[in-house]
């Protein structure tokens, strides 16, 4: 049980161009799921929490209008990268958390994205 | 700020000895603590949280880690490494500010000699 997916897994696009990225919980109700970026040999940064029905809560220094976040439903979060730049290019992962007090988050199995 | 050290970067280990990968957090209550491994081009699988309780927690994989409220740490040990366990391993707390978010270690790569 409790797994998430993530697609694609992963994605090559032109810079000036957007991309989108689906993050499912496939057997749970994820109220809450989170986005990361992982650079090469580094930790995971969270980007931004997303709450379904509500808009994204996003970390300092994140762009809001670059990095757009959807959860329009409970099984169901997107992020899309707008106008993407080599800068972007990086390893996302997405994770998600059932109800309001829990701290166990479950995580998706990331996606690739190269801007070329 | 709560914050999250692995003072360990990498860590290499023969085949069948045993492991000890360091963690050590930073708050002052009983914190919401975490072990996850990353495979390579992977996302996070948990080995094992402590909430809780009884301070040796054991997960899966063989893993276990012990919480020392008065070392501020909450190290993972394995007693016989296997080939497969070469991964990137997290440690991670929980934030304290209602927000239910994870702060995470800078992560240790482990290198199994054959």
């Known amino acids: 049980g409790a797994v998430v997916s993530q697609h694609p897994s992963w994605v090559i696009c032109k810079s000036g161009t957007s991309v989108k990225i689906e993050c499912r919980s496939l057997d749970f109700q994820a109220t809450t799921m989170f986005w990361y970026r992982q650079f090469p040999k580094q930790s995971l940064m969270l980007m931004a929490t997303s709450n379904e029905g509500s808009k994204a809560t996003y970390e300092q220094g994140v762009e809001k209008d670059k990095f757009l976040i959807n959860h329009a439903s409970l099984t169901l979060s997107t992020l899309t990268v707008t106008s993407a730049h080599p800068e972007d290019s990086s390893f996302y992962i997405c994770s998600a958390k059932t109800g309001t007090d829990s701290y166990e988050q479950y995580f998706g199995p990331g996606t690739r994205l190269t801007v070329t | 700020a709560q914050s999250v050290t692995q003072p360990d970067i990498h860590i290499t280990v023969s085949e069948g000895a045993s492991l000890e990968l360091r963690c050590n957090y930073s708050y002052g209550a009983t914190p919401y603590l975490f072990w996850y491994v990353q495979s390579p081009g992977q996302g996070l699988q948990l080995l094992l949280k402590?909430?809780?309780?009884?301070?040796l927690v054991q997960g899966i994989k063989g893993f276990e880690a012990e919480f020392k409220r008065s070392q501020s740490s909450f190290n993972l040990r394995k007693p016989s490494v296997h080939w497969s366990d070469a991964a990137e391993y997290f440690c991670?707390?929980?934030?304290?500010?209602?927000?239910?978010?994870?702060?995470f270690g800078s992560g240790t790569r482990l290198l199994v000699r054959p």
């Open positions: 991670a707390v929980g934030a304290m500010d209602s927000s239910y978010k994870l702060i």
């Open positions: 402590y909430f809780s309780g009884d301070t």
